[in-house]
């Protein structure tokens, strides 16, 4: 029952746009803290952003100010606009749940099957 499933991913030009979405399911994302997370070819994954579930925002140093998340409880769906895109953005991106409210490092148990951004001219 319970899933994360993210979509929005594809290819754009560098300085474009995605919108990235992360449904879940079996649980409410209300309660739990969400993050993205993204793994480039020959590279580990890293944190890319997360929020918590009261809302509250956090950054890797090389999106800040591109990239924007946020949730909407309604919908059990928590977004990720990426914007001025860059080929450095090309990646593999997961959405995972957090085993809490905040957003404590290494501590998320679910994570989706992720979707594919790529960046090129």
């Known amino acids: 029952q319970l899933q994360l499933v993210e979509s929005g991913g594809g290819l754009v030009q560098p300085g474009g746009s995605l919108r990235l979405s992360c449904a879940a399911s079996g649980f409410s994302s209300r309660v739990h803290a969400i993050g993205w997370f993204r793994q480039a070819p020959g590279k580990t994954r890293e944190g890319v952003?997360?929020?918590?579930?009261?809302?509250?925002?956090?950054?890797?140093?090389?999106?800040?100010?591109?990239?924007?998340?946020?949730?909407?409880?309604?919908k059990n769906t928590v977004y990720l606009q990426m914007n001025s895109l860059k080929p450095s953005d090309t990646a593999v991106y997961y959405c995972a749940r957090g085993r809490y409210s905040l957003c404590y490092e290494r501590e998320y148990d679910y994570w989706g099957q992720g979707t594919q951004v790529t960046v090129s001219s």
Do not use: P, W
């Open 49 to 74: 952003s997360c929020i918590t579930s009261g809302g509250i925002t956090v950054y890797e140093d090389s999106v800040k100010g591109r990239f924007t998340i946020s949730r909407d409880n309604a």
